[in-house]
């Protein structure tokens, strides 16, 4: 989603965070309950926190169609019963995320929303189809089976599941180890573990993305909480500027840490130049690629170096 690095469930655990940053929302996304046999639940409300687990990554399994709607919307009030009849009838070949674009502007602005409803197809983590404003059912069933169509065989399908409670998948030892240490608030040894998966599996993204979002929660915790004013006084302050980025980061400002680097780069030269794109690169890493905000950024970030 658009504007959120979740470093929640790391933070949480690590130790106290700078002064003055405000704390980013948690991903606390309770699993579904099964429906029918399938293991999903054809209708879910999804909130900012929910939005990753239950449309992005669920999108791997099924489509996932996004209904963004609003208590206010007259068309949304015919348009979203009969999605969710439709999902029913489904059986959880797709899934219905409803999404308050009041409660949650941000995912709104991420998908560009400018009226409601819209409703957003996604499969395998990327937008697939959308459309504006309430449809009758003939068109709305023709557009699902053209998603499910074009999805098909491309994607993992629902769990399988008979009803009963699925077995959980046991744990990790080694990521067991590496929260441990993250329990206690110690990230060098938290580092050191995720490296230890890494040494072992260098291609493992759990591991990776772990590891770069400790690294950066240790380097942001022994900044300034008065960085952005201090860099904001010193334009050409190359350290200043890296660390007014990370604040930004850290208090969920992305497209501000972002344009402030993009901007030294576009003023700067040699290893200076060099040294403020390596980082930005860094941050992008904290985020999804097919994320709106790194797309835009880094588009910038090419038209500032040529």
């Known amino acids: 989603m658009?504007?959120?690095?979740?470093?929640?469930?790391?933070?949480?655990?690590?130790?106290?965070?700078?002064?003055?940053?405000p704390t980013p929302p948690g991903d606390g996304a309770a699993a579904p309950a099964a429906s029918g046999g399938t293991g999903l639940t054809p209708v879910i409300d999804v909130t900012e926190a929910t939005f990753e687990a239950e449309v992005l990554v669920r999108s791997q399994q099924v489509p996932v169609v996004v209904d963004l709607w609003a208590t206010w919307c007259e068309p949304c009030k015919q348009l979203s019963p009969l999605l969710e009849k439709l999902?029913?009838?489904?059986?959880?070949?797709?899934v219905l995320a409803k999404v308050d674009v009041d409660a949650n502007p941000r995912i709104a602005q991420a998908f560009g929303v400018q009226s409601v409803p819209t409703v957003v197809a996604?499969?395998?983590?990327?937008?697939?189809?959308?459309?504006?404003?309430?449809?009758?059912?003939?068109?709305?069933?023709?557009?699902?089976?053209?998603?499910?169509?074009?999805?098909?065989?491309?994607?993992?399908?629902?769990?399988?599941?008979?009803?009963?409670?699925d077995e959980p998948e046991p744990?990790?030892?080694?990521?067991?180890?590496?929260?441990?240490?993250?329990?206690?608030?110690?990230?060098?040894?938290?580092?050191?573990?995720?490296?230890?998966?890494?040494?072992?599996?260098?291609?493992?993204?759990?591991?990776?993305?772990?590891?770069?979002?400790?690294?950066?929660?240790?380097?942001?915790?022994?900044v300034d909480p008065g960085a952005v004013a201090a860099a904001d006084a010193a334009p050409n302050d190359i350290d200043a500027q890296l660390q007014a980025a990370d604040v930004e980061l850290y208090s969920q400002a992305p497209d501000a840490a972002f344009a402030r680097l993009i901007g030294?780069?576009?003023?700067?030269?040699?290893?200076?130049?060099?040294?403020?794109?390596?980082?930005?690169?860094?941050?992008?890493?904290?985020?999804?690629?097919?994320?709106?905000?790194v797309m835009t950024a880094r588009r910038k970030l090419a038209a500032a170096l040529y």
């Open 122 to 165: 996604i499969a395998g983590g990327q937008p697939l189809a959308d459309f504006q404003g309430a449809q009758p059912e003939p068109q709305l069933r023709q557009w699902l089976a053209a998603v499910q169509q074009a999805t098909a065989g491309k994607l993992s399908g629902p769990p399988a599941g008979d009803g009963a409670e």
């Open 2 to 21: 658009s504007g959120a690095v979740d470093l929640s469930a790391l933070k949480e655990r690590a130790a106290a965070p700078p002064p003055q940053a």
């Open 87 to 94: 999902a029913h009838e489904a059986g959880g070949t797709w």
């Open 171 to 222: 744990e990790d030892p080694r990521f067991v180890a590496a929260e441990a240490a993250l329990d206690e608030g110690d990230l060098s040894a938290a580092e050191a573990e995720f490296q230890k998966i890494l040494d072992e599996e260098p291609a493992n993204a759990e591991a990776q993305g772990a590891i770069r979002q400790v690294r950066f929660l240790a380097r942001v915790q022994s």
């Open 264 to 293: 030294v780069v576009a003023r700067s030269a040699g290893d200076d130049k060099t040294r403020v794109r390596t980082r930005l690169l860094e941050l992008f890493e904290l985020f999804d690629p097919a994320e709106p905000v």
